[in-house]
């Protein structure tokens, strides 16, 4: 939970979505800088755990095998830091409650640290797809995943991903 701080927070995949992961993990260190955990980090820390890297090799992890031995170490650090991102955020305002995921939270009513299934949270696009109807519990909830050739909003679910990486817009938003 973030209250009284002004800081930069990703909705996620830092990593594998363009040319320069490491320099992109980095940012984790800033103390401006915050991130939910994305579908591509998660591949990242599956891979690291397991050796069977195929799925995040697929997915664009492939960077990761060109790094210098010096830069797999700072990468190994950093994922140190990955392991730490939550998985959903909530940002208290003055007067209003933003809550933060990857792809989507998975259920109709928000409340802080219920049990909600984390894989639909890095991997869902069954609300975007369906365009089901907002969230209650919260004021605004923010998300990327799925690349969008503009910003999309309905009731109160926003999404973020413009597919910069893809040559579309980088999409901000202030919220406050």
Known sequence: MIRNKTCLVSVGDLIDRGPDSLGCLALLRESWMTAVRGN???????????????????????????????????????????????????????????????????????????????????????RLINKRGGISGADHFWFGHTPLRRRMDFANVHYIDTGAVFGGQLTLARIQ
């Open 40 to 126: 591509h980090e998660q591949m990242a820390l599956d891979a690291r755990a397991s050796s069977q890297s195929t799925l995040w090799l697929m997915n664009g992890g492939d960077w990761f095998t060109r790094l210098t031995a010096e830069h797999a170490a700072q990468a190994e650090a950093l994922f140190i830091l990955c392991q730490r991102l939550p998985w959903i955020l909530e940002v208290r305002c003055r007067h209003s409650t933003h809550v933060i995921a990857h792809a989507d939270y998975p259920a109709s009513t928000y409340q802080w640290q219920k049990k909600v299934d984390l894989h639909q949270v890095l991997w869902s696009r069954e």
